[in-house]
């Protein structure tokens, strides 16, 4: 009788936290999350196997804090019980919503951000258990490599991306964060060799180009110590890369606007005057065609 009764009990607690989950849901989605979490709470009291609900409990806490009041107990309190739930979630399989575990440690990572817990160095081991999980989803090797880079360990950061890069030497997105990296570094002669290596696995793509050129831009406009011989042969290069995104997409005004800007650096440097002029023209006339695109993109956007 005790068994009969106690499985009673057990059923009747189920179906009651079906409904309190019913209702934190509707709470949830109103965005009234002191309201959900107090709701999520008696789902999983009544009814811990119901393991979707740690991850909503989590983020019902997470919403609720404030980084503007860290170091106020309470709000500090919201997101002590974040993270615990988003732990729990975590560490378990969710059979009707696979991706909430994965999702779990996604926030769990931001939750260890500086506005936050502001702890990097759990953010690194959630980062590396999501790595173990799925070792193909690159955007993990890049808040890694983050980390890293921002803790000052620059070779880590470095490794962590070349993994990436060999996880999948087809992503031009690997790429752009290698460049990315190396560009924060001062290491112009890396930059370029890795928005090379994105143009070579994207060569249809305009933004690849448009991209490689602002780089030489910003390389000869900013680099005070460039000879004039390599300002010419970075301003050439900058120009064909230009010219390759122009001609994928006709009406990229970025990439027209740096074509100008690239011919004005290149009058800066020409002696002789009849070609100065010719491409200080040049340039005028590629800023209006730029003006001009611009302006009727802008306009077609707010119709």
């Known amino acids: 009788m005790i068994g009969v009764a106690a499985s009673g009990c057990a059923k009747v607690n189920m179906l009651r936290a079906k409904a309190a989950f019913k209702d934190a849901n509707a709470q949830y989605s109103a965005m009234n999350y002191k309201a959900a979490a107090d709701k999520y709470e008696q789902v999983v009291t009544l009814d811990p196997t119901l393991v979707d609900a740690y991850f909503f409990l989590g983020n019902s806490y997470d919403n609720l804090y404030n980084s503007a009041k860290k170091g106020d107990p309470i709000n500090d309190g919201f997101l002590t019980k974040a993270i615990a739930n988003y732990k729990k979630s ?103 060799a890795a928005l090379n290596q994105r143009v070579a696995v994207e060569p249809t793509n305009p933004e690849a180009h448009h991209t490689l050129a602002t780089y030489y831009w910003d390389e000869v406009y900013k680099n005070l110590k460039l000879k004039d011989a390599d300002k010419k042969k970075y301003i050439q290069a900058g120009i064909e890369a230009s010219d390759k995104a122009i001609a ?27 070609r100065q002029q010719a491409l200080l023209k040049e340039a005028d006339q590629l800023r209006a065609r730029a003006q001009e695109l611009q302006k009727k993109q802008a306009a077609t956007k707010s119709e």
Do not use: C, W
Request: net charge negative; hydrophobic share 40%.
């Open 90 to 192: 975590s560490e378990v399989e969710h059979p009707q919503s696979p991706t909430l575990k994965k999702l779990s440690l996604q926030y769990l990572v931001a939750a260890f951000r500086p506005d936050k817990a502001d702890d990097p160095a759990q953010a690194m081991v959630i980062i590396q258990q999501m790595i173990t999980i799925d070792a193909k989803d690159v955007t993990n090797y890049y808040q890694l490599a983050r980390l890293f880079e921002d803790a000052g360990d620059v070779d880590m950061a470095e490794a962590t991306l070349l993994k990436a890069k060999d996880v999948n030497p087809n992503d031009g997105t690997v790429y752009a964060q290698l460049a990315a990296f190396y560009g924060r570094q001062g290491d112009f002669d890396k930059t370029i």
């Open 248 to 274: 994928l997409k006709e009406d990229y005004f970025e990439a027209i606007t740096y074509k100008n800007l690239l011919l004005r650096l290149e009058a800066l440097l020409e002696k002789d005057p009849a």
